[in-house]
């Protein structure tokens, strides 16, 4: 089988963790490098705590660590959701350090895309800023990115403001480059997020699915992105789950923009189905998933893992 390259930008975090699991072990994906970015919590926890994931699932991925807040407004992050340190709940081996490239994450980023013989596929699960400098600083890496499928944005209502999504509103500016660069991108917002549910009896089976299992039980208990007991939402393993079950998914093309002025909606995403703004669609958007279905991949893709 043809495996599928990509590149996970990450800021892990709870939900991360599983989306990284899943993708190190889905036979159709080849993960060439993993770089973290501030964002649930600070770029030292997040670059730690994938350190420690990598030593923990036995996999030698090279990681690069990047931007330790976003462009232009200070990192207000999500430690509230994740924990302080950002994966609070398992005691996880320590970080398996000699995996950290010296390289920060755009160079490394800018290195693996270039010297690879075929496009990679970049799937940032975080806020964007990494991938903004990528493109600001090397535009000439865009022959090389086959797609951008991110876990981010709404085209309803928020998560972190009234109307925004916290992947977005981390850092609206960089997302604004990155969806105006005219690279494909494929957008898994809330609208799927909210419906990427994890239950008890989905955890109680996971726990007896070997040693990942285990691990997503005793992450899940302290997860505050939603609850134990009505739904825990696995925003991140959306993206994945696109990459490997793209028939889960309801799309809509559409053009979307980012709300930069300061106020209410700063950091929304500006989703026009309708073409209001009389532009072409740049965005591939994710506006429904199958959540039974997604449920059941889930899980059969945790039992691939370790
Ligand atoms: O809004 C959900 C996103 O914010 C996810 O990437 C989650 O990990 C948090 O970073
Ligand atoms: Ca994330």
Redo the contacts with the bound molecule.
Sequence with gaps: MLKRPIIID????I??ALAIAIALFAEELDVRLITTVA??VCLEHVTNNTLKLLHFLEKDVPVAAGASRPLIEPLVDASNVHGATGMEGFDFPEPKKELLLKENAVNAMYRVLMESDEPITLVP??PLTNIAMLLSLYPEVKSKIKEIVL?GGSASRGNKGVMSEF?IATDPEAAKIVFDSGLPIVMAGLDVGWKALVYPEDSEKMKDMGKTGEMAYCLFKKYRGGSFNTGLKM??SCAIAYLLRPELYTMEDAYVDIELSAGMTRGCTVVDLKGYLGKEPNTKVCMDIDGEAFRAWFLEYVGKCI
Excluded: H, K, L, S
């Design positions: 990450t800021d892990p975090g939900d991360d964002g649930n699960i975080a876990m992947n925003y991140d």
